[in-house]
C-alpha cells in the first residue's frame, strides 16, 4: 500500500495558512482560518485576535464525529491544525482521544451489528 503524503499548509508570516490539500476536509478548514483571520485584520483587530477568531474558525470546521470517513478527516485535521498552530497542542491531544473514543466506539457496534 502507497501513502500519498499530505500537502502541508505552511503558515504565513503574517500568520495566515495557505489552504493547499489533498484533503478536502483539511482544505475546508484551512479555507475557514484564512477567511476569518483575513475579515478580523480588515475590520481593524489586532493579529493576536485575528489568531483568536482564526483557531475558532478551524475548530468549528471539523468534520462531526459520525462514521469511519468523517473520523479519518477529524483526525486529519486536528493533525494539520496542531501542525500549523490552529489547534493548540493540550486541546489536540483532547480532541484525537475523543476521535480514538469515537472510532472505537464505531467498531464495538459494527462488531455487535455483525454478531445478531
Same mark, same amino acid.
Given at each position: 500500500?502507497?501513502? +500519498?503524503?499530505?500537502?502541508?499548509?505552511?503558515?504565513?508570516?503574517? %500568520?495566515?495558512?495557505?489552504?493547499?490539500?489533498? /484533503?478536502? !476536509?483539511?482544505?475546508? *478548514?484551512?479555507? !475557514? #482560518?484564512?477567511?476569518?483571520?483575513?475579515?478580523?485584520? &480588515?475590520?481593524?483587530?489586532?493579529?493576536?485576535?485575528? =489568531?483568536? /477568531? &482564526?483557531?475558532?474558525?478551524?475548530? /468549528?470546521?471539523?468534520?462531526?464525529?459520525? %462514521?469511519?470517513? /468523517?473520523?479519518?478527516?477529524?483526525? !486529519? *485535521?486536528? &493533525?494539520?491544525?496542531?501542525?500549523?498552530? !490552529?489547534?493548540?497542542? =493540550?486541546? %489536540?491531544?483532547?480532541?484525537?482521544?475523543?476521535? +480514538?473514543?469515537?472510532?472505537?466506539?464505531?467498531?464495538? +457496534?459494527?462488531?455487535?451489528? =455483525?454478531? #445478531?
Amino acid at each position: 500500500m502507497s501513502i +500519498q503524503p499530505e500537502t502541508v499548509s505552511e503558515p504565513y508570516p503574517s %500568520g495566515e495558512v495557505r489552504p493547499s490539500s489533498t /484533503n478536502p !476536509a483539511v482544505a475546508l *478548514c484551512c479555507e !475557514a #482560518w484564512d477567511r476569518i483571520y483575513r475579515e478580523t485584520l &480588515a475590520g481593524g483587530r489586532s493579529r493576536g485576535v485575528a =489568531k483568536f /477568531n &482564526a483557531r475558532e474558525a478551524y475548530s /468549528n470546521a471539523l468534520p462531526p464525529l459520525a %462514521g469511519p470517513d /468523517n473520523i479519518r478527516d477529524f483526525i !486529519a *485535521c486536528v &493533525a494539520h491544525g496542531m501542525l500549523i498552530g !490552529a489547534i493548540e497542542e =493540550k486541546r %489536540g491531544a483532547r480532541l484525537l482521544y475523543a476521535a +480514538q473514543v469515537a472510532h472505537t466506539a464505531l467498531r464495538s +457496534q459494527s462488531v455487535r451489528q =455483525k454478531t #445478531w
